[in-house]
């Protein structure tokens, strides 16, 4: 008999490697599956050294293409989008008003590291607002986006660049401030199935389902974009 997708999902218990702004939706959209969240940078050399993931599902196309490249992974597909946010302490006691702000001496930013997407796609958006000067006021650069965001939901920074998906699991703890549009960077999720997955099949199904309507809906629902 024909299992239906779900059946095939229920018996595989996939590993998926998921990148941190990813951490509310995704057991929302599948409770059968087990997690593992970080950068996507820390997940693709963990998938690389070996490690047993069954579905690999970045916050940047960068990564899941390098395993690509290195016949790691199934080829990658985009599956959503996002956009850079500027996040501040609910006291805001720094009394920031827009990014321009950020140039006072004093600031206390916080980002996350080079290499970790939302540390790039911030490095790009300041270079396209011509602020790379603000990263003297970096205090603290973050292995994944939600220790950006805690540090500044906590106060311990006075702002920091975060997805605007990560707002709305702290929103009455920080305020946010939109970013000029043109500046945005293209910030693109991508999926690949990792080429040593014991449960490939399992793995294609949960990703069918990421691309269709229910995956599409809890997406939407958590303020992604779709490509």
Do not use: W
């Not at 509310?24 to 997690?35: C, I, N, S």
């Not at 790691?72 to 996040?87: D, G, I, M, Q, W």
């Not at 650069?141 to 605007?164: C, H, I, Q, S």
């Amino acid at each position: 008999m024909k299992l239906t997708a779900l059946a095939v999902l229920a018996a595989a218990h996939l590993n998926v490697f998921g990148a941190a702004s990813l951490a509310e939706v995704l057991p929302r959209f599948d409770r059968t599956a087990r997690y593992q969240f970080a950068g996507s940078d820390q997940l693709a050399f963990q998938i690389g050294e070996g490690a047993p993931a069954d579905l690999f599902v970045a916050a940047s196309p960068k990564y899941p293409q390098e395993l690509y490249a290195k016949h790691r992974c199934s080829k990658p597909v985009t599956f959503a989008t996002n956009t850079v946010v500027l996040v501040l302490p609910r006291a805001n006691p720094a009394r920031i008003r827009s990014v321009y702000d950020l140039r006072r001496d004093g600031i206390k930013l916080v980002v996350g590291a080079k290499g970790v997407p939302i540390g790039d796609y911030t490095r790009r958006l300041l270079a396209n607002l011509g602020l790379t000067s603000v990263l003297s006021n970096v205090v603290s650069e973050e292995d994944d986006v939600k220790l950006v965001v805690a540090k500044v939901a906590l106060g311990e920074a006075d702002a920091g660049f975060v997805y605007r998906t990560d707002v709305k699991p702290v929103g009455n703890r920080v305020l946010r401030i939109a970013l000029p549009r043109a500046a945005q960077p293209t910030v693109e999720y991508q999926a690949c199935v990792p080429t040593a997955s014991k449960h490939k099949a399992g793995a294609r199904a949960y990703l069918r389902r990421l691309l269709g309507p229910t995956g599409r809906a809890r997406l939407r629902e958590a303020g992604f974009g779709l490509p």
